[in-house]
Structure formats: C-alpha cells, structure tokens
C-alpha cells in the first residue's frame, strides 16, 4: 500500500520533506512535521505570534521543519544537552540549520539539561516571549517528562499548543500516566489531537492546548487533513481527540 501524500501548505517545508528532512537524523516523521507545519501557518493567519521552542533538539530534524513554519521575526530555541550519541550532536545541529537555510539569527541553541532549569531561566532565554508551539522530545521518563511539562505550560501562549512526542509508544508505556497526571493538575488543558505513527522510530504525538482553544485548531484538521482522519477519534475521558494517522481504516465487522 502507498501512502496518500501529505501537504503542510508551506512550499519550503513540502520541499524539505520531500529531499533533505530525512538526511537529518531524528525520530519524528514527515507525516507529523507536515501537520506540524500547517498548524503553525493556520496559527500565523490567526495572528497567535510567539516563539517556537523545542525540548531535544538532536541534530534539528523537526526544529527545522518547525522554524521554516516562523512568521518573520520570530525566533526559534532549541534546547538539548547536545552530548548523545556525542559531543559532535551540537556542531551537526548547527551544520543542519545552516544547511536548510535557517538563519543563526532567528534561533537561540541552549545546550542545557532542563532538569536543572527555572521557569525564570526560560523566559530569559526566551527574552520574555512567549511560546506559540513547543515540542518536547527529551527524557522521556516519568520525573522530566512532568519537569518538560510545567516549563512549557508556563510559557505558553494563551492559544498556544505543546507536542508531546512519543506517546503510545510500545518503549515507553507508562508516559501516557504522567500526561493524565498532568492533566489532572492543568484541568484547563486539552489533548485535542493525537497524531499516529509511522513507525517505532517516528511515533504518535499528543497535541494540547487549552479548552478555550481547542475550537481554533479540531475542526480545521479534521478538514485539511481529511484524508487522513480516523473517524472514531479517541475517547479521553471528558473530550473526543482527534486522531490523524497516515492509513486509516477500520476493522471490518462483518
Ligand atoms: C529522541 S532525541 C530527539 C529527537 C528530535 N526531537 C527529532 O524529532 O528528531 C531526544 C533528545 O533529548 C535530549 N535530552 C534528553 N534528556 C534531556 C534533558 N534532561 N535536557 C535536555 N535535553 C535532553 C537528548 O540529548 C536527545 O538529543
């Protein structure tokens, strides 16, 4: 079976997902980058600016594709410790960006445990802005997934959406228990999308966002990406996500 193909709506990031996104070692699909890119253009046409922000930027994969995203003027920070598999990480990210064609002036690279940092040290480095879209795809246990969680929901945009990657993946089972109970501390905020593997290297994200917010983003990626749209959505307890997955179908019953 061939994959249907799929359009962010930016010209530069279908190009770059088409020759280069894969040349770029890292964990995240196309699949979710173009839905990324698309709910980022959706978000510049509803005037919600701010930066965008990445926890475990790596070699710049989906940090790439989310600053070819950017509205002018606004700024990207990744944020890594830029050390695994080893110390030339940080160099590869840099020689990445280049590369695609990011400029140096629009990102800020925090090479950084977030373990060790405050909500005061973020805004810092996000001079005071804050975060339209953030992607957080560090450590993925239990103890930094909850830090990674209360440092982006404090730098939120009041319309902004955080990007949990590899929810629902068979390596890390017990995550999706840390997003309940993040959910259960933040009553306001939503998984309003959940965005299906490729395969075990480029799993589901979770997309959230506030209540208030959800109605900016669920009907618009039901429709753009209609195509793509498991229809029975998943059931999260007190809402319907939606579920974008790049073959959908269902179970023949009879
Ligand atoms: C799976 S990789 C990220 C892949 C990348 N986001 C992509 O889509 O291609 C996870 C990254 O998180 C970083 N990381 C792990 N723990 C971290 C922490 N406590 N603080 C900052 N970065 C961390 C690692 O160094 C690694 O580069």
Known sequence: MTDTPISSGLPRLDAFLADGYEAVKGMSSRFAAAIVGH????????????G?????????????????????GEKGLAIDLFN????????????NCALHGIPEADMVVWKADTR???????????????????????????????????????????????????MLHPGYPTLVATVMRYL?????????????????????????????AVSLYEEDLMQSFAPFHYV???????????????????????
């Not at 501390?185 to 290297?201: H, L, S, T, Y």
């Open 116 to 166: 060790d940092m405050s909500v005061q040290d973020l805004r810092e480095k996000l001079d005071g802005r804050v975060v339209r879209f953030i992607h957080i795809d560090g450590d993925h246990s239990d103890v930094c997934l909850t830090k990674d969680l209360a440092l982006a929901t404090a730098v939120l945009h009041e319309n902004g959406i955080i990007c949990l990657d590899d």
């Open 84 to 95: 695994w598999p080893s110390e030339s990480t940080y160099d590869e990210f840099l020689a």
């Open 232 to 254: 029975l959505g998943a059931d999260f307890i007190n809402h319907w996500s939606v579920v974008l997955t790049p073959r959908p179908r269902l179970a023949v019953v009879d």
């Open 39 to 50: 709910i980022l253009k959706r978000q510049t046409a509803l005037g919600i600016s701010g």
């Open 52 to 72: 965008i922000a990445e926890i475990g930027a790596f070699k710049g994969r989906f940090f790439i594709a989310m600053m070819m995203g950017a509205a002018p």
């Open 184 to 212: 259960e501390k933040n009553p306001e905020m939503r998984v309003f999308a959940i965005i299906d593997r490729e395969d075990i290297v480029a799993a589901p994200k979770f997309l959230i966002c506030r209540e208030a």
